[in-house]
């Protein structure tokens, strides 16, 4: 199982808020964003944050997706 952060870029387009306006007003690393980007784990702490400013839920940012090729 990886996790997907598909939800999130979409958030972010609908509300047109660039990746950029996110982490400057969140303070999020430049590695972090990298790794979301990337589809990589970050700590629950910055999805949280991300949260609270999107006024969503956590499902509406990212979602956990099977990995492909396996049974």
């Known amino acids: 199982m990886k996790v997907s952060y598909k939800k999130l870029w979409i958030l972010l387009?609908?509300?047109?808020?660039?990746?950029?306006?996110?982490?400057k007003d969140l303070s999020i690393a430049t590695g972090t964003m990298t790794k979301l980007r990337k589809n990589e784990e970050v700590a629950?702490?910055?999805?949280?944050?991300?949260?609270?400013?999107l006024d969503c839920d956590i499902g509406d940012v990212c979602e956990?997706?099977?990995?492909?090729?396996r049974g």
């Open 13 to 23: 387009i609908e509300r047109e808020i660039t990746p950029a306006t996110l982490r």
């Open 64 to 69: 956990v997706v099977k990995n492909e090729g």
């Open 44 to 53: 629950l702490s910055v999805l949280l944050r991300i949260c609270e400013y």
